[in-house]
Every structure is written in structure tokens, then in C-alpha cells.
């Protein structure tokens, strides 16, 4: 393991996870319901990106390391809140139920483009047409929050420095020790112990209950099928 990885290691139990965000989940839920406006057109037209992140959350185990390793990447700290990549557990739910990935979908269509009044949430093309957040021209506005139509919304609030913040795929992280964006590595992906995190290439399905949430475990061969 670097020794990145050394110094900002956290483990956290699944259970004590669930006892302290259960709530703070069913927030975020309701309160991305309650919050919403009417949203603006999405920009169509403007070229797919050619990265995302898709995850099997039928397979995580809640440990956080994601969500540790992105705020560490981007921040340089351990906040859970300012990861852009969230893991959300259902206290009364069941598995496969009872986690809820929750990661920027770099939308064919993205609201959040259509809603930034200055262009700080734009279409990166030099990094393979990520939508990103220019955090040096953005506001403050949370016109992109308002406008993410997934709940809850894909894109973060920093209270420290009054900005939105959202996944860049690791392109801009600037306590990443390695090359991120479009042909580099992603830190949530680099650290998940389950592997239930990957990089594709190729569009997924743009709904919600398939595409970005898929089985990414290798299936275990059944009696008699070894060798066929």
C-alpha cells in the first residue's frame, strides 16, 4: 500500500456507519424532494463524456473507504461530507435494499450545465468531455444543486468555501498522487476492498433503476459448470 493510503486509512465498521448516518440519509433524501424546483432544460446536443463510474451496490459493504479516499483527493481531508461520491444505508432496510450508491452520473443531458448562469459547471474537453466545476468562477449560486435531478443530488455543498463541488473523476484532485481524469485512476475505484466501483468507457443506460448500478462480481460457477 502507498503511503497515501497508509496515512489516511480509516476503517470504519458497517454498523457504526449505519447508526450515524441512517438519519442523515433519510435527510438528504427529504430534504432533495422538499428543495426542488422547477428545472431548467437540459443542454442536448453537447458531446456524451467518455468516462463514468458505475457500481454494484448489491455487493458493498458500507465501509466508507470511498467515500474517505475522495474527500482526502480533493480536500486533503477526511470529510465525509465533502466526498463526492456517497454511500447511504438504509437503517430499516434489507440487502439488497439497504445501500444506495450515490455517484455523479456525468449525464448525457446534464441539468446541472444548462442551470450554471457563468459557466463554471461546463463540458471539459480536454478531459474527455467531463462535466466539471471551474471552482474559481463558481459563485455559490447552488443553481447546479437545485437542478441535478437525482435524489439526492449528485453535486456537494462546501461550507468551508462557499462553492459546489462535484466529481471530476479524479482529473483535478489535487492530493491524488496519481494521474486521474479520462485515462487515469479514480480514487474510490483504486481503494474499494469489494471492487464494486469501475471506470467504463462505454454510455450506460440512462435510467434509474439500471446502467449505473450493475453486478460487478464474477459470478460463482455452479456445480457442474466448472470447465464448460
Not at 54 to 73: E, L, P, T
Not at 111 to 129: E, R
Request: proline share 7%.
Amino acid at each position: 500500500m502507498s503511503e497515501w493510503g497508509k496515512k489516511e486509512k480509516k476503517k470504519v465498521s458497517r454498523r457504526s456507519f449505519l447508526v450515524g448516518t441512517g438519519a442523515g440519509a433519510a435527510g438528504l433524501a427529504i430534504g432533495g424532494v422538499i428543495g426542488r424546483t422547477t428545472l431548467p432544460p437540459a443542454k442536448e446536443g453537447l458531446p456524451k463524456a467518455k468516462g463514468y463510474l458505475v457500481v454494484d451496490s448489491k455487493n458493498c459493504a458500507g465501509c466508507q473507504s470511498c467515500m474517505i479516499a475522495c474527500s482526502v483527493a480533493h480536500e486533503g481531508v477526511a470529510n465525509l461530507s465533502l466526498s463526492r461520491i456517497q454511500v447511504l444505508e438504509n437503517i430499516m432496510g434489507r440487502w439488497p435494499d439497504d445501500i444506495q450508491i450515490a455517484q455523479c452520473r456525468q449525464c448525457v443531458y446534464p441539468a446541472c450545465v444548462a442551470a450554471c448562469p457563468n459557466g463554471a459547471l461546463h463540458i471539459d474537453t480536454k478531459n474527455g468531455n467531463t462535466r466539471i466545476i471551474d471552482e474559481a468562477k463558481c459563485t455559490g449560486c447552488k443553481a447546479c444543486i437545485e437542478a441535478c435531478p437525482q435524489i439526492p443530488h449528485r453535486i456537494i455543498w462546501n461550507p468551508a468555501k462557499n462553492i459546489a463541488i462535484k466529481c471530476d473523476l479524479c482529473a483535478n484532485a489535487p492530493y491524488w498522487p496519481h494521474k486521474g481524469g479520462i485515462g487515469g485512476k479514480q480514487a474510490c475505484v483504486e481503494v474499494c476492498p469489494a471492487k464494486v466501483i469501475k471506470f467504463v468507457e462505454e454510455v450506460p443506460v440512462q435510467t434509474e433503476t439500471v446502467g449505473y448500478d450493475v453486478v460487478l462480481r464474477t459470478p460463482t460457477p455452479k456445480p457442474g459448470e466448472q470447465g464448460s
